[in-house]
Protein backbone atom coordinates (compact mmCIF):
# COMPACT_ATOMS: atom_id res chain seq x y z
CA UNK A 1 0.00 0.00 0.00
CA UNK A 2 2.90 2.44 1.59
CA UNK A 3 5.91 2.24 -0.50
CA UNK A 4 6.83 0.58 -3.99
CA UNK A 5 9.21 -2.27 -2.88
CA UNK A 6 5.75 -3.69 -0.87
CA UNK A 7 5.77 -7.09 -1.68
CA UNK A 8 3.11 -7.94 -4.20
CA UNK A 9 0.04 -10.69 -3.06
CA UNK A 10 1.04 -13.73 -4.83
CA UNK A 11 -1.79 -16.60 -4.21
CA UNK A 12 0.01 -19.88 -3.45
CA UNK A 13 -3.06 -22.34 -4.26
CA UNK A 14 -5.74 -22.46 -7.32
CA UNK A 15 -8.23 -21.99 -4.45
CA UNK A 16 -6.23 -18.56 -3.70
CA UNK A 17 -6.44 -17.31 -7.07
CA UNK A 18 -9.94 -18.46 -7.52
CA UNK A 19 -10.87 -16.59 -4.14
CA UNK A 20 -8.73 -13.78 -5.00
CA UNK A 21 -10.24 -13.20 -8.52
CA UNK A 22 -13.96 -12.70 -6.79
CA UNK A 23 -13.14 -11.34 -3.12
CA UNK A 24 -9.74 -9.98 -2.39
CA UNK A 25 -9.85 -10.53 1.26
CA UNK A 26 -6.64 -12.23 2.13
CA UNK A 27 -4.71 -9.79 -0.30
CA UNK A 28 -6.16 -6.94 1.68
CA UNK A 29 -4.97 -8.86 4.78
CA UNK A 30 -1.56 -9.31 3.58
CA UNK A 31 -1.36 -5.57 2.70
CA UNK A 32 -2.63 -5.03 6.00
CA UNK A 33 -1.25 -6.58 8.54
CA UNK A 34 0.84 -9.18 6.81
CA UNK A 35 4.19 -9.58 4.38
CA UNK A 36 2.57 -6.78 2.08
CA UNK A 37 3.31 -4.02 4.88
CA UNK A 38 6.98 -2.42 5.21
CA UNK A 39 7.43 -1.20 8.42
CA UNK A 40 10.36 0.79 9.26
CA UNK A 41 12.98 -1.42 11.24
CA UNK A 42 13.91 0.11 13.85
CA UNK A 43 10.83 0.09 16.00
CA UNK A 44 11.17 -0.16 19.61
CA UNK A 45 8.61 -1.87 22.02
CA UNK A 46 6.56 1.59 22.74
CA UNK A 47 5.38 0.49 19.00
CA UNK A 48 3.92 -2.96 20.52
CA UNK A 49 0.97 -0.82 22.40
CA UNK A 50 -1.12 -0.15 19.18
CA UNK A 51 -1.33 -3.88 18.35
CA UNK A 52 -1.91 -4.30 22.15
CA UNK A 53 -4.81 -1.93 22.46
CA UNK A 54 -6.62 -3.94 19.55
CA UNK A 55 -5.99 -7.36 21.36
CA UNK A 56 -7.78 -5.64 24.57
CA UNK A 57 -10.53 -4.68 22.16
CA UNK A 58 -10.97 -8.24 21.18
CA UNK A 59 -10.86 -9.80 24.99
CA UNK A 60 -13.44 -6.99 25.76
CA UNK A 61 -15.79 -7.70 23.46
CA UNK A 62 -15.78 -11.74 23.38
CA UNK A 63 -16.33 -11.98 27.41
CA UNK A 64 -18.34 -9.09 26.81
CA UNK A 65 -20.82 -10.33 25.11
CA UNK A 66 -21.06 -13.73 27.02
CA UNK A 67 -21.68 -11.71 30.46
CA UNK A 68 -24.34 -9.67 28.47
CA UNK A 69 -26.18 -13.54 28.08
CA UNK A 70 -26.45 -13.45 32.18
CA UNK A 71 -26.68 -10.16 32.74
CA UNK A 72 -30.25 -8.40 33.64
CA UNK A 73 -30.72 -5.33 32.79
CA UNK A 74 -33.95 -4.49 35.42
CA UNK A 75 -32.79 -2.03 38.40
CA UNK A 76 -34.23 -5.02 41.27
CA UNK A 77 -32.20 -7.80 39.51
CA UNK A 78 -29.23 -5.77 37.46
CA UNK A 79 -27.13 -6.60 40.95
CA UNK A 80 -28.08 -10.07 42.20
CA UNK A 81 -27.64 -11.03 38.25
CA UNK A 82 -23.96 -9.45 38.53
CA UNK A 83 -23.82 -11.49 42.01
CA UNK A 84 -25.50 -14.55 40.23
CA UNK A 85 -22.58 -14.63 37.46
CA UNK A 86 -19.69 -14.55 40.15
CA UNK A 87 -21.00 -17.38 42.71
CA UNK A 88 -23.07 -19.51 40.69
CA UNK A 89 -22.58 -19.80 36.69
CA UNK A 90 -19.72 -21.75 35.73
CA UNK A 91 -16.72 -19.73 35.11
CA UNK A 92 -18.59 -16.75 35.44
CA UNK A 93 -16.25 -15.31 38.10
CA UNK A 94 -13.36 -15.71 35.66
CA UNK A 95 -15.77 -13.56 32.85
CA UNK A 96 -16.78 -11.34 35.02
CA UNK A 97 -13.03 -10.46 36.25
CA UNK A 98 -11.52 -10.98 33.00
CA UNK A 99 -14.14 -8.04 31.69
CA UNK A 100 -13.33 -5.62 34.88
CA UNK A 101 -9.71 -6.06 34.65
CA UNK A 102 -9.50 -6.02 31.04
CA UNK A 103 -10.72 -2.35 31.32
CA UNK A 104 -8.68 -1.15 32.85
CA UNK A 105 -5.45 -3.17 31.06
CA UNK A 106 -7.30 -1.81 28.03
CA UNK A 107 -6.55 1.72 29.56
CA UNK A 108 -3.22 1.04 30.59
CA UNK A 109 -2.30 -0.04 27.22
CA UNK A 110 -4.00 3.09 25.54
CA UNK A 111 -2.50 5.57 27.88
CA UNK A 112 0.82 4.23 27.18
CA UNK A 113 0.15 4.60 23.06
CA UNK A 114 -0.76 7.96 23.55
CA UNK A 115 2.14 8.99 25.74
CA UNK A 116 4.10 7.22 23.03
CA UNK A 117 2.70 9.26 20.23
CA UNK A 118 3.50 12.46 22.30
CA UNK A 119 7.21 11.90 22.57
CA UNK A 120 7.47 10.74 19.30
CA UNK A 121 5.06 13.86 17.54
CA UNK A 122 3.20 10.57 15.84
CA UNK A 123 0.39 13.25 15.56
CA UNK A 124 2.64 14.99 13.39
CA UNK A 125 2.26 15.83 9.53
CA UNK A 126 0.64 13.09 7.54
CA UNK A 127 -0.41 11.62 10.72
CA UNK A 128 -2.76 13.89 11.92
CA UNK A 129 -5.98 11.69 11.47
CA UNK A 130 -4.37 9.14 12.59
CA UNK A 131 -3.93 11.19 15.94
CA UNK A 132 -7.41 12.49 15.27
CA UNK A 133 -9.32 9.41 14.84
CA UNK A 134 -7.51 7.65 17.92
CA UNK A 135 -8.72 10.43 20.09
CA UNK A 136 -12.28 9.42 18.86
CA UNK A 137 -11.65 5.82 20.22
CA UNK A 138 -10.40 7.27 23.32
CA UNK A 139 -13.26 9.17 23.77
CA UNK A 140 -15.80 6.43 22.90
CA UNK A 141 -13.64 4.07 25.03
CA UNK A 142 -14.38 6.57 27.96
CA UNK A 143 -18.08 6.89 27.20
CA UNK A 144 -17.98 2.62 27.40
CA UNK A 145 -16.01 2.47 30.44
CA UNK A 146 -18.73 5.03 32.36
CA UNK A 147 -21.46 3.12 30.62
CA UNK A 148 -20.37 -0.65 31.99
CA UNK A 149 -19.52 0.85 35.25
CA UNK A 150 -23.30 1.92 35.64
CA UNK A 151 -24.20 -1.63 34.21
CA UNK A 152 -23.70 -3.60 38.12
CA UNK A 153 -26.28 -1.18 39.90
CA UNK A 154 -23.91 -1.03 43.13
CA UNK A 155 -23.70 2.19 45.01
CA UNK A 156 -20.58 3.69 42.83
CA UNK A 157 -22.49 2.65 39.85
CA UNK A 158 -25.24 4.97 40.85
CA UNK A 159 -23.40 7.83 42.17
CA UNK A 160 -20.99 7.63 39.21
CA UNK A 161 -24.08 8.00 36.73
CA UNK A 162 -25.72 10.59 39.35
CA UNK A 163 -21.88 12.98 38.87
CA UNK A 164 -21.12 12.39 35.18
CA UNK A 165 -24.68 13.22 34.14
CA UNK A 166 -24.57 15.95 36.08
CA UNK A 167 -21.94 17.19 34.36
CA UNK A 168 -24.74 18.43 32.07
CA UNK A 169 -26.83 20.55 33.85
CA UNK A 170 -23.78 22.86 34.51
CA UNK A 171 -24.60 24.18 31.21
CA UNK A 172 -27.16 27.07 31.58
CA UNK A 173 -30.38 27.21 30.91
CA UNK A 174 -30.51 23.85 28.72
CA UNK A 175 -28.51 21.96 31.15
CA UNK A 176 -30.86 20.65 33.29
CA UNK A 177 -33.58 19.39 30.54
CA UNK A 178 -30.56 18.28 28.22
CA UNK A 179 -29.63 16.08 31.86
CA UNK A 180 -33.26 14.62 32.41
CA UNK A 181 -33.24 13.75 28.96
CA UNK A 182 -30.19 11.81 28.94
CA UNK A 183 -31.44 9.82 31.81
CA UNK A 184 -35.23 9.26 30.85
CA UNK A 185 -35.97 10.62 34.40
CA UNK A 186 -35.02 13.21 37.58
CA UNK A 187 -32.73 10.76 38.63
CA UNK A 188 -30.75 7.35 37.08
CA UNK A 189 -33.12 5.03 37.26
CA UNK A 190 -34.55 2.18 34.84
CA UNK A 191 -34.64 4.15 31.74
CA UNK A 192 -31.09 5.35 32.48
CA UNK A 193 -30.00 1.57 33.08
CA UNK A 194 -31.46 0.15 29.89
CA UNK A 195 -30.18 2.48 27.45
CA UNK A 196 -26.62 2.54 29.12
CA UNK A 197 -27.16 -1.02 28.62
CA UNK A 198 -27.82 -0.80 25.09
CA UNK A 199 -25.08 1.60 24.00
CA UNK A 200 -22.50 -0.38 26.04
CA UNK A 201 -23.12 -3.11 23.69
CA UNK A 202 -23.23 -1.13 20.94
CA UNK A 203 -20.40 1.42 21.14
CA UNK A 204 -17.32 -1.22 20.95
CA UNK A 205 -18.70 -2.11 17.44
CA UNK A 206 -18.30 1.42 17.10
CA UNK A 207 -15.23 1.94 18.38
CA UNK A 208 -13.86 -1.78 16.14
CA UNK A 209 -14.78 0.17 13.07
CA UNK A 210 -13.31 3.26 14.00
CA UNK A 211 -9.85 1.70 14.38
CA UNK A 212 -10.62 0.40 11.26
CA UNK A 213 -10.63 3.61 9.81
CA UNK A 214 -7.18 4.59 11.89
CA UNK A 215 -5.47 1.68 10.52
CA UNK A 216 -6.22 3.16 6.88
CA UNK A 217 -5.57 5.85 7.86
CA UNK A 218 -2.04 4.88 9.19
CA UNK A 219 -0.95 2.95 6.42
CA UNK A 220 -1.05 5.11 3.65
CA UNK A 221 2.09 7.16 5.05
CA UNK A 222 2.81 3.86 6.95
CA UNK A 223 3.94 3.65 10.37
CA UNK A 224 6.16 6.61 12.32
CA UNK A 225 9.59 5.22 13.96
CA UNK A 226 11.62 6.48 17.00
CA UNK A 227 13.72 8.81 14.87
CA UNK A 228 10.79 10.53 13.63
CA UNK A 229 12.87 10.40 9.99
CA UNK A 230 11.00 9.42 7.04
CA UNK A 231 11.37 5.64 5.22
CA UNK A 232 13.66 6.62 2.24
CA UNK A 233 14.58 2.72 0.89
CA UNK A 234 13.83 -0.28 0.90
CA UNK A 235 16.91 -0.77 3.62
CA UNK A 236 14.77 1.44 6.19
CA UNK A 237 12.07 -1.35 6.43
CA UNK A 238 11.12 -4.85 7.20
CA UNK A 239 7.94 -6.77 6.17
CA UNK A 240 5.26 -6.69 9.15
CA UNK A 241 4.90 -10.39 8.60
CA UNK A 242 7.13 -12.08 9.70
CA UNK A 243 9.28 -9.62 11.60
CA UNK A 244 6.86 -7.68 13.51
CA UNK A 245 3.89 -10.37 14.11
CA UNK A 246 6.48 -12.35 15.58
CA UNK A 247 7.47 -9.37 18.37
CA UNK A 248 4.25 -8.42 18.85
CA UNK A 249 3.07 -11.88 19.31
CA UNK A 250 5.74 -12.68 22.10
CA UNK A 251 4.95 -9.07 23.77
CA UNK A 252 1.12 -9.54 23.73
CA UNK A 253 1.83 -13.04 25.35
CA UNK A 254 4.05 -11.22 27.54
CA UNK A 255 1.55 -8.72 28.61
CA UNK A 256 -1.23 -11.00 28.78
CA UNK A 257 0.90 -12.73 31.90
CA UNK A 258 0.61 -9.32 34.00
CA UNK A 259 -2.80 -9.04 33.28
CA UNK A 260 -3.42 -12.77 34.26
CA UNK A 261 -1.26 -12.38 37.58
CA UNK A 262 -3.77 -9.18 38.13
CA UNK A 263 -6.88 -11.22 37.30
CA UNK A 264 -6.06 -14.17 39.22
CA UNK A 265 -4.16 -12.73 42.21
CA UNK A 266 -5.61 -9.19 42.41
CA UNK A 267 -8.66 -9.32 40.75
CA UNK A 268 -10.49 -6.56 43.06
CA UNK A 269 -7.31 -4.21 43.31
CA UNK A 270 -8.38 -1.69 40.52
CA UNK A 271 -12.24 -1.44 41.82
CA UNK A 272 -13.81 0.33 44.57
CA UNK A 273 -15.39 -2.36 47.41
CA UNK A 274 -18.39 0.23 47.93
CA UNK A 275 -19.53 -1.11 44.45
CA UNK A 276 -20.50 -4.56 45.85
CA UNK A 277 -23.30 -2.33 47.86
CA UNK A 278 -26.22 -2.18 45.80
CA UNK A 279 -27.63 1.24 44.62
CA UNK A 280 -29.26 3.04 47.01
CA UNK A 281 -30.88 6.58 45.83
CA UNK A 282 -30.82 8.05 49.46
CA UNK A 283 -27.34 7.56 50.58
CA UNK A 284 -24.14 8.90 48.79
CA UNK A 285 -21.23 6.66 49.54
CA UNK A 286 -18.58 8.74 51.69
CA UNK A 287 -15.85 9.21 49.28
CA UNK A 288 -17.05 9.12 45.81
CA UNK A 289 -14.34 8.35 43.37
CA UNK A 290 -14.20 7.54 39.88
CA UNK A 291 -12.60 4.70 38.51
CA UNK A 292 -8.60 5.32 38.33
CA UNK A 293 -8.32 5.59 34.49
CA UNK A 294 -10.84 9.00 34.81
CA UNK A 295 -8.98 10.47 37.98
CA UNK A 296 -6.63 13.15 35.97
CA UNK A 297 -9.77 14.32 34.29
CA UNK A 298 -11.95 14.41 38.17
CA UNK A 299 -8.42 15.98 39.50
CA UNK A 300 -9.46 19.10 36.47
CA UNK A 301 -13.05 18.90 37.14
CA UNK A 302 -12.49 19.38 40.88
CA UNK A 303 -9.89 22.52 40.38
CA UNK A 304 -12.31 25.32 39.49
CA UNK A 305 -13.86 26.46 42.97
CA UNK A 306 -14.31 30.46 42.38
CA UNK A 307 -16.53 31.31 39.75
CA UNK A 308 -15.61 33.97 37.48
CA UNK A 309 -17.64 35.29 34.94
CA UNK A 310 -19.35 31.49 34.92
CA UNK A 311 -20.01 29.75 37.52
CA UNK A 312 -17.31 27.56 39.08
CA UNK A 313 -19.43 23.89 38.10
CA UNK A 314 -19.40 24.97 34.55
CA UNK A 315 -15.88 26.05 34.42
CA UNK A 316 -14.63 22.85 35.62
CA UNK A 317 -16.80 21.11 33.44
CA UNK A 318 -15.48 23.25 30.06
CA UNK A 319 -11.98 21.88 31.67
CA UNK A 320 -12.34 18.38 31.88
CA UNK A 321 -13.95 18.08 28.56
CA UNK A 322 -11.39 21.01 26.90
CA UNK A 323 -8.21 18.85 28.02
CA UNK A 324 -9.43 16.11 25.73
CA UNK A 325 -10.76 18.28 23.45
CA UNK A 326 -7.43 20.17 23.03
CA UNK A 327 -5.39 17.73 21.81
CA UNK A 328 -7.49 17.60 18.35
CA UNK A 329 -5.49 20.57 17.90
CA UNK A 330 -2.11 19.74 19.06
CA UNK A 331 -0.60 18.78 14.94
CA UNK A 332 -1.07 22.62 14.89
CA UNK A 333 0.46 23.58 18.20
CA UNK A 334 3.46 22.07 18.29
CA UNK A 335 5.05 23.87 15.07
CA UNK A 336 8.03 22.38 15.45
CA UNK A 337 9.02 20.05 12.37
CA UNK A 338 10.69 17.80 14.41
CA UNK A 339 8.78 14.72 15.02
CA UNK A 340 11.49 12.42 17.60
CA UNK A 341 11.48 13.50 20.56
CA UNK A 342 14.90 11.91 20.94
CA UNK A 343 16.32 15.01 19.10
CA UNK A 344 14.46 17.83 20.96
CA UNK A 345 16.21 18.90 24.02
CA UNK A 346 14.11 21.00 25.60
CA UNK A 347 10.56 19.25 24.69
CA UNK A 348 12.02 16.25 26.46
CA UNK A 349 12.54 18.06 29.68
CA UNK A 350 8.46 19.84 29.50
CA UNK A 351 7.60 16.05 28.47
CA UNK A 352 8.89 14.52 31.74
CA UNK A 353 7.53 17.16 33.72
CA UNK A 354 3.95 17.10 31.86
CA UNK A 355 3.81 13.23 32.72
CA UNK A 356 4.42 13.96 36.16
CA UNK A 357 1.71 16.53 35.89
CA UNK A 358 -0.92 14.33 34.92
CA UNK A 359 0.15 11.53 37.23
CA UNK A 360 -0.08 14.63 40.03
CA UNK A 361 -3.92 15.24 38.96
CA UNK A 362 -4.60 11.70 38.62
CA UNK A 363 -3.36 11.44 42.77
CA UNK A 364 -5.64 14.67 43.35
CA UNK A 365 -8.33 13.54 41.99
CA UNK A 366 -8.63 10.39 44.38
CA UNK A 367 -7.89 12.40 47.35
CA UNK A 368 -10.19 14.20 49.69
CA UNK A 369 -10.35 17.89 48.57
CA UNK A 370 -8.90 19.46 51.08
CA UNK A 371 -7.63 23.11 50.95
CA UNK A 372 -3.51 21.72 49.96
CA UNK A 373 -5.55 19.08 47.61
CA UNK A 374 -7.06 21.55 45.56
CA UNK A 375 -4.28 23.67 45.16
CA UNK A 376 -1.88 21.10 43.50
CA UNK A 377 -5.10 19.97 41.57
CA UNK A 378 -5.30 23.95 40.47
CA UNK A 379 -1.74 24.26 39.93
CA UNK A 380 -1.45 21.14 38.10
CA UNK A 381 -4.46 21.88 35.97
CA UNK A 382 -3.14 24.99 35.17
CA UNK A 383 0.06 23.64 33.80
CA UNK A 384 -1.53 21.05 32.26
CA UNK A 385 -3.58 23.77 29.73
CA UNK A 386 -0.17 25.89 29.57
CA UNK A 387 1.87 22.97 28.18
CA UNK A 388 -0.26 22.85 25.04
CA UNK A 389 -0.78 26.56 24.60
CA UNK A 390 1.93 27.92 25.53
CA UNK A 391 5.13 26.16 25.71
CA UNK A 392 4.76 23.83 23.32
CA UNK A 393 3.94 26.88 20.57
CA UNK A 394 7.38 28.09 22.14
CA UNK A 395 9.75 25.84 22.42
CA UNK A 396 8.96 24.61 18.87
CA UNK A 397 9.94 28.65 18.20
CA UNK A 398 13.19 28.41 20.26
CA UNK A 399 14.44 25.59 20.55
CA UNK A 400 17.55 23.91 18.48
CA UNK A 401 16.99 20.38 17.48
CA UNK A 402 19.95 18.17 17.60
CA UNK A 403 20.85 17.15 14.18
CA UNK A 404 18.95 14.08 12.68
CA UNK A 405 20.43 10.57 11.43
CA UNK A 406 20.60 10.66 7.35
CA UNK A 407 18.02 7.57 7.72
CA UNK A 408 16.56 5.59 9.26
CA UNK A 409 19.24 2.58 8.17
CA UNK A 410 21.92 4.54 9.08
CA UNK A 411 20.90 5.16 12.22
CA UNK A 412 20.53 1.35 12.90
CA UNK A 413 23.24 0.16 11.38
CA UNK A 414 25.32 2.21 13.13
CA UNK A 415 24.92 0.38 16.49
CA UNK A 416 23.33 1.06 19.68
CA UNK A 417 25.18 4.01 21.07
CA UNK A 418 24.40 5.61 17.28
CA UNK A 419 20.83 4.77 18.06
CA UNK A 420 20.63 6.59 21.32
CA UNK A 421 23.19 9.82 20.06
CA UNK A 422 22.39 11.08 16.55
CA UNK A 423 23.89 10.56 13.63
CA UNK A 424 27.13 12.76 13.24
CA UNK A 425 27.76 13.08 16.77
CA UNK A 426 28.56 9.40 18.45
CA UNK A 427 32.03 8.07 17.60
CA UNK A 428 32.32 5.88 14.50
CA UNK B 1 -39.94 4.14 -37.36
CA UNK B 2 -37.79 7.72 -37.54
CA UNK B 3 -36.92 9.02 -34.60
CA UNK B 4 -36.24 12.82 -33.87
CA UNK B 5 -33.59 13.70 -31.71
CA UNK B 6 -35.24 15.13 -29.15
CA UNK B 7 -32.80 15.96 -26.23
CA UNK B 8 -34.54 15.14 -22.41
CA UNK B 9 -34.94 18.27 -21.05
CA UNK B 10 -34.06 17.17 -17.68
CA UNK B 11 -30.97 15.62 -18.61
CA UNK B 12 -29.84 18.81 -20.65
CA UNK B 13 -27.24 20.24 -18.32
CA UNK B 14 -27.46 23.72 -20.69
CA UNK B 15 -29.63 26.03 -18.94
CA UNK B 16 -33.81 25.06 -20.18
CA UNK B 17 -35.41 28.47 -19.23
CA UNK B 18 -33.09 30.26 -21.88
CA UNK B 19 -32.94 33.21 -18.88
CA UNK B 20 -28.89 32.73 -19.32
CA UNK B 21 -29.23 33.27 -15.23
CA UNK B 22 -26.89 30.18 -14.73
CA UNK B 23 -29.87 28.79 -12.73
CA UNK B 24 -30.77 25.46 -13.89
CA UNK B 25 -34.61 23.44 -13.77
CA UNK B 26 -32.18 20.38 -12.18
CA UNK B 27 -31.22 22.72 -9.13
CA UNK B 28 -34.54 22.87 -8.41
CA UNK B 29 -35.47 19.35 -8.46
CA UNK B 30 -32.36 18.40 -6.70
CA UNK B 31 -33.47 21.32 -3.47
CA UNK B 32 -36.82 20.37 -3.63
CA UNK B 33 -35.41 16.09 -3.54
CA UNK B 34 -33.25 16.78 -0.89
CA UNK B 35 -35.37 18.99 1.56
CA UNK B 36 -38.14 16.62 1.43
CA UNK B 37 -35.96 13.57 1.88
CA UNK B 38 -34.82 15.90 5.34
CA UNK B 39 -38.21 16.39 6.25
CA UNK B 40 -38.94 12.47 5.92
CA UNK B 41 -35.53 11.70 8.06
CA UNK B 42 -36.67 14.34 10.70
CA UNK B 43 -39.94 12.90 11.11
CA UNK B 44 -38.48 9.39 11.10
CA UNK B 45 -35.51 10.68 13.88
CA UNK B 46 -37.94 12.33 16.24
CA UNK B 47 -39.55 9.41 17.62
CA UNK B 48 -36.22 8.05 18.16
CA UNK B 49 -35.00 10.51 19.96
CA UNK B 50 -37.98 11.57 21.85
CA UNK B 51 -38.33 8.44 23.47
CA UNK B 52 -35.28 9.28 25.55
CA UNK B 53 -37.36 11.50 27.32
CA UNK B 54 -38.72 10.47 30.78
CA UNK B 55 -42.22 8.57 30.25
CA UNK B 56 -45.67 9.16 31.50
CA UNK B 57 -45.29 7.15 34.60
CA UNK B 58 -42.15 8.66 36.01
CA UNK B 59 -43.64 12.10 35.49
CA UNK B 60 -46.72 10.95 37.08
CA UNK B 61 -45.14 10.28 40.39
CA UNK B 62 -45.69 13.84 40.99
CA UNK B 63 -46.86 14.51 44.42
CA UNK B 64 -46.47 13.06 48.06
CA UNK B 65 -47.54 13.97 51.58
CA UNK B 66 -45.12 13.79 54.29
CA UNK B 67 -46.67 13.25 58.11
CA UNK B 68 -44.55 15.29 59.90
CA UNK B 69 -45.79 15.24 63.31
CA UNK B 70 -42.81 13.32 64.95
CA UNK B 71 -39.82 15.19 64.02
CA UNK B 72 -38.48 17.21 67.05
CA UNK B 73 -36.60 20.65 66.96
CA UNK B 74 -33.44 20.23 65.24
CA UNK B 75 -34.56 16.94 63.54
CA UNK B 76 -34.10 16.05 59.95
CA UNK B 77 -35.66 13.38 58.10
CA UNK B 78 -35.19 12.03 54.64
CA UNK B 79 -37.89 11.24 52.35
CA UNK B 80 -37.74 10.43 48.81
CA UNK B 81 -39.88 12.28 46.20
CA UNK B 82 -39.80 11.68 42.42
CA UNK B 83 -36.67 9.14 43.27
CA UNK B 84 -34.99 11.66 44.79
CA UNK B 85 -34.12 12.50 48.39
CA UNK B 86 -35.95 15.13 50.40
CA UNK B 87 -34.45 16.51 53.67
CA UNK B 88 -37.34 18.22 55.87
CA UNK B 89 -35.93 20.18 58.98
CA UNK B 90 -37.55 21.31 62.05
CA UNK B 91 -35.42 24.01 62.56
CA UNK B 92 -33.88 25.31 66.42
CA UNK B 93 -34.55 29.10 67.09
CA UNK B 94 -30.67 29.15 67.46
CA UNK B 95 -30.43 28.14 63.49
CA UNK B 96 -32.93 30.49 62.86
CA UNK B 97 -31.23 33.33 64.23
CA UNK B 98 -28.11 32.34 62.24
CA UNK B 99 -29.39 31.92 59.20
CA UNK B 100 -30.93 35.12 59.49
CA UNK B 101 -27.84 36.50 60.88
CA UNK B 102 -26.08 36.44 58.06
CA UNK B 103 -26.15 39.51 55.20
CA UNK B 104 -27.30 39.06 51.83
CA UNK B 105 -24.27 39.92 50.25
CA UNK B 106 -21.85 37.14 51.98
CA UNK B 107 -24.54 34.69 50.12
CA UNK B 108 -23.40 33.20 46.44
CA UNK B 109 -27.50 32.91 45.66
CA UNK B 110 -28.47 36.01 48.02
CA UNK B 111 -31.80 34.81 49.64
CA UNK B 112 -33.61 35.00 53.09
CA UNK B 113 -34.50 31.99 55.63
CA UNK B 114 -38.20 33.85 54.92
CA UNK B 115 -38.33 33.20 51.18
CA UNK B 116 -37.16 29.53 51.77
CA UNK B 117 -39.83 28.52 54.00
CA UNK B 118 -43.34 28.98 54.57
CA UNK B 119 -44.97 32.47 56.48
CA UNK B 120 -45.54 31.76 60.16
CA UNK B 121 -43.49 27.71 59.75
CA UNK B 122 -40.16 29.34 59.14
CA UNK B 123 -38.76 26.45 61.23
CA UNK B 124 -39.62 23.84 58.74
CA UNK B 125 -36.85 23.78 55.86
CA UNK B 126 -38.06 21.75 53.52
CA UNK B 127 -35.30 21.19 50.52
CA UNK B 128 -33.90 18.33 48.09
CA UNK B 129 -31.63 16.64 49.00
CA UNK B 130 -29.48 16.89 46.37
CA UNK B 131 -26.12 19.06 46.12
CA UNK B 132 -26.54 21.29 43.33
CA UNK B 133 -23.02 20.68 42.05
CA UNK B 134 -23.08 17.31 40.91
CA UNK B 135 -26.19 15.44 42.35
CA UNK B 136 -24.70 13.92 45.45
CA UNK B 137 -26.93 13.25 48.68
CA UNK B 138 -25.16 16.03 51.53
CA UNK B 139 -24.82 14.76 54.81
CA UNK B 140 -26.54 16.41 58.13
CA UNK B 141 -29.79 15.47 58.21
CA UNK B 142 -29.14 12.02 60.36
CA UNK B 143 -28.08 12.37 63.87
CA UNK B 144 -24.53 12.99 64.25
CA UNK B 145 -23.44 13.51 60.47
CA UNK B 146 -20.67 15.70 59.31
CA UNK B 147 -22.90 19.20 58.76
CA UNK B 148 -20.39 21.14 57.67
CA UNK B 149 -18.79 24.95 58.22
CA UNK B 150 -22.41 26.61 58.30
CA UNK B 151 -23.77 23.77 60.46
CA UNK B 152 -26.42 23.23 57.61
CA UNK B 153 -25.51 20.05 54.89
CA UNK B 154 -22.39 18.77 53.91
CA UNK B 155 -21.32 17.38 50.77
CA UNK B 156 -18.81 14.55 50.87
CA UNK B 157 -18.24 14.29 47.25
CA UNK B 158 -16.31 17.66 45.90
CA UNK B 159 -16.87 19.85 49.86
CA UNK B 160 -19.59 21.90 49.11
CA UNK B 161 -21.12 23.50 52.74
CA UNK B 162 -24.73 24.95 53.09
CA UNK B 163 -25.91 26.89 55.79
CA UNK B 164 -29.02 26.45 58.30
CA UNK B 165 -31.48 27.82 55.74
CA UNK B 166 -29.75 24.77 53.09
CA UNK B 167 -27.73 27.95 51.33
CA UNK B 168 -24.61 27.26 49.43
CA UNK B 169 -21.89 28.95 51.62
CA UNK B 170 -18.65 27.42 50.56
CA UNK B 171 -17.49 24.88 47.94
CA UNK B 172 -18.01 24.66 44.31
CA UNK B 173 -21.90 24.32 44.25
CA UNK B 174 -23.59 27.13 42.12
CA UNK B 175 -26.78 27.56 43.83
CA UNK B 176 -28.65 26.83 47.03
CA UNK B 177 -30.83 23.71 47.91
CA UNK B 178 -33.18 23.52 45.91
CA UNK B 179 -36.75 23.97 47.67
CA UNK B 180 -39.10 22.38 45.58
CA UNK B 181 -43.10 22.87 45.25
CA UNK B 182 -44.80 22.26 48.65
CA UNK B 183 -47.54 23.03 50.95
CA UNK B 184 -49.16 22.61 54.50
CA UNK B 185 -52.22 20.48 54.29
CA UNK B 186 -52.74 20.77 58.21
CA UNK B 187 -49.92 21.89 60.45
CA UNK B 188 -48.50 18.14 60.79
CA UNK B 189 -48.92 17.10 57.24
CA UNK B 190 -47.05 18.79 54.02
CA UNK B 191 -47.40 18.09 50.67
CA UNK B 192 -44.45 18.28 48.02
CA UNK B 193 -44.80 18.53 44.58
Known amino acids: MSFAWAKPYEPKTQLGHWIDQRLPLPRMVHG ?18 GVLAGVFLMIQIVTGIVLAMWYNSGIATAFSSVEHVMRDVNSGWFLRYAHANGA ?23 RELVWMLGLVVYLLMMATAFMGYVLPWGQMSYWGAQVITGFFSAFPVVGEPLRVFLLGGFAPDQAAL ?21 TWALHIP ?19 HPFFTAKDGWFVLAFLM ?20 EANPLATPAHIVPEWYFLPFYGILKAFTVDFILPAKLWGVIAMFGSILLLFLLPWLDRSPIRSGHYRPMFKVFFAILIVDVLLLGWAGGAEPTAPVVAVMQIATAYYFAHFLIILPLISKFEKPLPLPNSISSSVLHGEAEESAPYGLAKA | MATVEQPDPLLNEDKTDGAGDGVRRRDFLDIAAVSFGAVGVGAVAFPLLN ?27 KTSWRKQPVFIRNLTEAEIAEANAVPLSALREPQTLAERTKEGKQNWLVTMGVCTHLGCVPLGAAEGENKGDYDGYFCPCHGS ?10 GPAPTNLVVPDFEFVSDTLIRIG
Open chain 1, 32 to 49: AVGGGYPVPRNLNYAWNF
Open chain 1, 104 to 126: SFFFIVVYIHIFRGLFYGSYKAP
Open chain 1, 258 to 277: LYAAVLFFAPNALGHPDNYI
Open chain 2, 161 to 170: HYDTAGRIRK
Open chain 2, 51 to 77: QMSPPADVLALASIEVDISKVERGQAI
Open chain 1, 222 to 240: GSSNPTGVDVKTEKDTLPF
Open chain 1, 194 to 214: TRFFSLHYLLPFVIAAVVILK
